[in-house]
């Protein structure tokens, strides 16, 4: 039986289904980091090189977050399809700022507060070495207030922040920065506008990341034109993007120590942009399998979309200060095998993680983005007109 057909997303509203992938893809980006906090990868493991690396594959998550990024601030900011304007740029870059920054800045200075007192709680026995280099470090405030700066990383060593997972947020700002314009030029001449895109990708600190961005604002400018392609594919044809969105995605034959040749396919630039092309498939399939949709658009899914962004910056932290605590715990009071210990452990920064982003996300995240949406209600009913004005452009 042929799948319902879905409505365009000029008709649509809350895309509640994407909020639930993006929510997952925080979770999935929880499993890796404490798969690679107490897994070492030094050797050939189950945990690196198996295919069911799917699940944990944490460098395809943060690809799919950009991707994301870019389709859901075209789709949420439609006044820019019509032009261009000082007023609207400025209420965008605020309305980014308090729905990024808040929650980051409670986070750090609550690492801070953790790094000066309690840790570590314990001797770091069963973390890998890749986690040891983490919070090896003595910060004044000083050093804080230019770590909160964010767009600009100081210091630029990941391992040298609270936040190792930060870079990600400056580049969701720096990024989104030029979205308006991508936007804007992608609906006037496309190739144009790929073209930018391009050309954005060699500023040093971007790289293939304005693509991810770029693909986001490519699929929404299309997904019409996708979806009348999908709907003239048979089951088969279904299928077989199915197949090759996961291949892609995990990028099968990036485990390659199979083949000999380490933990790269062909380059680490390509060996993304494969990755990338998966992640672009899988959101086609988002986009336009109305089971899929279903799913996804269950309760709790959505919940956990709603919130993933605490999920995204919380869960570090729970594993640095209380990872290995919890695990020292757990094999000198259980009787099960240290890898059942450490997939309980690894449960249990997941839970914890969730919980302190459900309390974050209506304690700092809903406020803060509430008053960012007071500040920058002044143009709300202009902009309000111009996507009446665009939802009645035919595609």
């Known amino acids: 039986m042929p799948e319902k057909v879905l409505p365009t997303l000029s008709a649509s509203r809350r895309l509640l289904y994407l909020d639930s992938a993006r929510g997952l893809a925080a979770v999935s980006v929880v499993f890796w980091h404490s798969i690679t906090a107490f897994f070492p990868f030094e050797r050939p493991s189950f945990a690196q090189d198996s295919p069911f690396h799917f699940f944990w594959y944490g460098d395809a998550d943060v690809t799919f977050f950009f991707i994301h990024s870019g389709f859901i601030l075209t789709y949420t900011n439609r006044q820019f399809l019509g032009g261009l304007s000082g007023g609207d740029y400025a ?3 605020v309305s980014r700022a308090f729905r990024i920054y808040p929650l980051f800045l409670f986070v750090l200075l609550l690492s801070h507060i953790l ?14 070495s890749h986690f040891h280099q983490f919070w090896n470090f003595h910060k004044s405030w000083g050093d804080v207030a230019r770590e909160a700066l964010l767009v600009v990383r100081i210091p630029g060593n990941d391992a040298e922040r609270y936040m190792p997972q930060d870079w990600t947020l400056s580049v969701e700002l720096i990024a989104s920065a030029f979205l308006p314009l991508l936007s804007w030029l992608m609906k006037k001449n496309s190739w144009i506008c790929c073209v930018l ?5 060699r500023i040093p600190g971007l790289s293939t990341f304005v693509l991810e961005f770029g693909a986001g604002v490519f699929l929404y400018h299309f ?3 996708i979806k009348v392609l999908w709907n003239r594919l048979n089951r088969a044809g279904h299928y077989a993007i199915v197949t090759l969105a996961l291949v892609c995605y995990t990028c099968v034959f990036h485990f390659s120590d199979y083949l000999g040749n380490g933990d790269l396919f062909l380059s680490q630039r390509t060996d993304r942009l494969i990755v990338m092309a998966g992640c672009v498939l899988i959101f086609i399939l988002l986009l336009n399998s109305a089971r899929l949709q279903k799913i996804l658009s269950g309760r709790v899914w959505v919940r956990i979309g709603e919130v993933c962004y605490g999920i995204y910056l919380f869960h570090l ?6 990872g290995d605590y919890l695990l020292q715990f757990l094999a000198a009071n259980t009787f099960f095998s240290l890898w059942v210990d450490k997939v309980i452990v690894l449960l249990l920064v997941q839970a914890l993680s969730i919980g302190l982003a459900f309390f974050s996300f209506f304690a700092v995240e809903r406020p803060m983005i509430r008053l960012g949406k007071r500040l920058t209600g002044a143009g709300k009913r202009q902009q309000e007109k111009r996507d009446r004005r665009y939802e009645q452009i035919p595609k």
Not at 115 to 128: D, F
Not at 197 to 201: D, K, Q, S
Not at 317 to 322: A, N
């Open 317 to 322: 932290l729970l594993l640095i200060v209380c």
């Open 115 to 128: 790094a000066t007192t309690v840790y570590p709680i314990s001797g770091g026995q069963y973390l890998t």
């Open 91 to 93: 209420r965008f870059l």
């Open 223 to 225: 997904a019409d034109r």
């Open 197 to 201: 895109i391009f050309l954005l990708a």
